[in-house]
């Protein structure tokens, strides 16, 4: 995975963040946020590479680079099983029902991240995958939430079902008002695709629908916001915070 531009590489120095070298290339040599980024690295024992510009172009056609990239350690996902059978170390789950956007599915990692969540599991297929610019949204938080990636989420939502995990849901035409809603541990918290919501195959796993009320002109969330609403208050239910 990269990092791309000079303010994001010192702000991934800053969190240390696992960066595993950083390339620039010569032509930003003068830049006072090189030196900046040379010392935290000395400091980190991670090594700084200087490329020319046309080899730097050549290496990296991505867009807005600011002639700097720094390369990450991969991920290490969380097997599934794992949640599955420590369910008193897993007791805030979230799970993703195919967010599409990178930039959700990144501001949502680090909304779990302040909201202690103990994991996030996300589809393999039509679903964001992990990237750059899901690791820009996170703010670096994709490494300091274990990230969980099954093949079907209706199906994983039964087996947590059965672990003992209490799943709830969020639609705007729920009958049960957030404000209302009783919280057991541990629990689930299914968050729907930007258009479409919970899709009807998930929906039937779910044992609580809820409604975040609107008072304004509009009646919906954006689902990263929606998250960092409904999280909150969990949160506050079960006194985990």
Same mark, same amino acid.
């Given at each position: 995975?990269?990092?791309?531009?000079?303010?994001? *590489? &010192?702000?991934?120095?800053? !969190?240390?963040?696992?960066?595993?070298?950083? *390339?620039?290339?010569?032509?930003?040599?003068?830049?006072?946020?090189?030196?900046? *980024?040379?010392?935290?690295?000395?400091?980190?024992?991670?090594? =700084?590479?200087?490329?020319?510009?046309? /080899?730097?172009?050549? +290496?990296?056609?991505?867009?807005?680079? !600011?002639?700097?990239?720094? +390369?990450?350690?991969?991920?290490?996902?969380?097997?599934?099983?794992?949640?599955?059978? @420590?369910? $008193?170390?897993? !007791?805030?789950?979230?799970?993703? $029902?195919?967010?599409?956007?990178?930039?959700?599915?990144?501001?949502?990692?680090?909304? #779990?991240?302040?909201?202690?969540?103990?994991?996030?599991?996300?589809?393999? @297929? +039509?679903?964001?995958?992990?990237?750059?610019?899901?690791?820009?949204?996170?703010?670096?938080?994709?490494?300091?939430?274990?990230?969980?990636?099954?093949?079907?989420?209706?199906?994983?939502?039964?087996?947590?079902?059965?672990?003992?995990?209490?799943?709830?849901?969020?639609?705007?035409?729920?009958?049960?008002?957030?404000?209302?809603?009783? =919280?057991?541990?541990?629990? %689930? &918290?299914?968050?729907?695709?930007?258009?479409?919501?919970?899709? /009807?195959?998930?929906?039937?796993?779910?044992?609580?629908? %809820?409604?975040?009320?609107? #008072?304004?002109?509009?009646?919906? &969330?954006?689902?990263? =916001?929606?998250?960092?609403?409904? &999280?909150?208050?969990?949160?506050?239910?079960? $006194?985990?915070?």
């Amino acid at each position: 995975m990269l990092i791309k531009g000079k303010h994001a *590489i &010192l702000e991934a120095l800053r !969190q240390k963040q696992p960066i595993l070298t950083i *390339i620039l290339s010569s032509q930003s040599d003068s830049d006072k946020r090189v030196a900046d *980024i040379e010392a935290l690295a000395t400091r980190r024992g991670i090594p =700084v590479e200087y490329i020319r510009p046309d /080899q730097f172009k050549h +290496r990296f056609k991505e867009e807005n680079t !600011q002639h700097a990239v720094a +390369r990450l350690r991969s991920i290490d996902l969380l097997p599934f099983k794992t949640i599955i059978d @420590n369910a $008193d170390h897993y !007791q805030r789950v979230v799970v993703l $029902d195919h967010i599409e956007d990178p930039f959700n599915f990144g501001a949502i990692i680090r909304t #779990c991240a302040t909201q202690g969540v103990d994991a996030i599991v996300y589809p393999k @297929n +039509r679903n964001a995958t992990l990237s750059s610019g899901v690791h820009k949204a996170s703010s670096g938080a994709l490494y300091h939430v274990p990230l969980s990636c099954v093949s079907n989420i209706s199906q994983s939502l039964m087996q947590l079902s059965k672990a003992g995990f209490w799943i709830y849901g969020s639609d705007s035409h729920a009958a049960t008002k957030l404000a209302d809603i009783s =919280v057991q541990t541990p629990f %689930v &918290l299914v968050m729907g695709n930007e258009h479409k919501g919970v899709s /009807q195959s998930v929906r039937k796993q779910l044992h609580d629908v %809820v409604k975040v009320e609107m #008072c304004g002109k509009l009646d919906s &969330l954006n689902v990263s =916001v929606a998250a960092g609403i409904l &999280l909150y208050t969990f949160n506050r239910k079960v $006194d985990a915070c």
